[in-house]
């Protein structure tokens, strides 16, 4: 509830005069940048408002006058927090059976291979180097969609490989990834539970299952060998 109190509240600053804001000065470009970063908090939240009953509130707060008590204020907040959570549960039960439909048809798809876990894979093409180990960071490229096709996210577009330990990712690509030879092409389809569950992530809706096209390109930190054990002394 904190959470969204403090959300709404500066939300507001940027609802006000919102029929043409000021792009020019610093202020007003400052303003606009949170008022955008403010409004898709909100939409990732599932928080529905009314802009102009927003900023109407901030006009009376800021004249220390409030059109309602503090107690019905915070039961308003309550209201709105279980109205949040109920559509966020009602979109995750619905991308939850999407998610098993669509893996159910793709296991059958020409060269998908599935493994013990439900991972889903298609060898695109075999690399010849090493395979990485869960303790090794690697150097990838990939493209991730939703199964709708929508992007998400994508190193090509950002022109930069992305790097990162193997077992500090998504355990979907955690396994994949200590199945790839260095060189490897890999598309990944992957259920929900292997990647961000019931509580999604900007871009990602609650259970959804995430599709992959992944190079991995070279293991760019390899794990460090175990210390040799000290030798026994012999007896005098």
């Not at 940027?14 to 470009?29: A, E, R, T």
């Not at 990162?164 to 396994?175: L, R, S």
């Not at 389809?189 to 070279?218: H, K, M, Q, T």
Request: charge should be positive; include cysteine; proline fraction near 6%.
């Amino acid at each position: 509830m904190n959470k969204i109190m403090l959300v709404a509240a500066v939300a507001v600053i940027g609802l006000v005069g919102c029929n043409k804001p000021d792009l020019k000065s610093d202020k007003g470009q400052a303003s606009y940048a949170i008022g955008q970063q403010i409004g898709r908090n909100l939409k990732a939240q599932n928080i529905e408002i009314d802009a102009k009953t927003l900023a109407a509130s901030l006009t009376d707060a800021m004249a220390g006058k409030s059109e309602l008590k503090e107690d019905e204020i915070q039961k308003a907040m309550m209201k709105l927090q279980e109205m949040a959570m109920k559509k966020q549960s009602e979109e995750a039960d619905k991308n939850k059976a999407n998610s098993a439909a669509f893996l159910e048809k793709n296991k059958t798809a020409e060269g998908v291979k599935v493994t013990a876990s439900g991972l889903q894979y298609i060898v695109v093409s075999e690399g010849t180097g090493a395979i990485p180990t869960k303790t090794d960071t690697v150097k990838c490229h990939y493209k991730g969609t939703l199964t709708t096709g929508e992007q998400f996210d994508s190193s090509y577009d950002r022109g930069q490989p992305a790097e990162f330990p193997v077992g500090g990712v998504i355990p979907g690509w955690t396994e994949a990834l200590q199945m790839m030879k260095v060189g490897s092409k890999y598309k990944l389809f992957i259920p929900p539970e292997l990647a961000y569950g019931a509580s999604g992530r900007p871009g990602i809706p609650p259970n959804s299952a995430l599709v992959f096209e992944v190079e991995l390109l070279d293991i760019v930190k390899a794990a460090a060998a175990p210390a040799p054990a000290p030798a026994k002394k012999g007896k005098k």
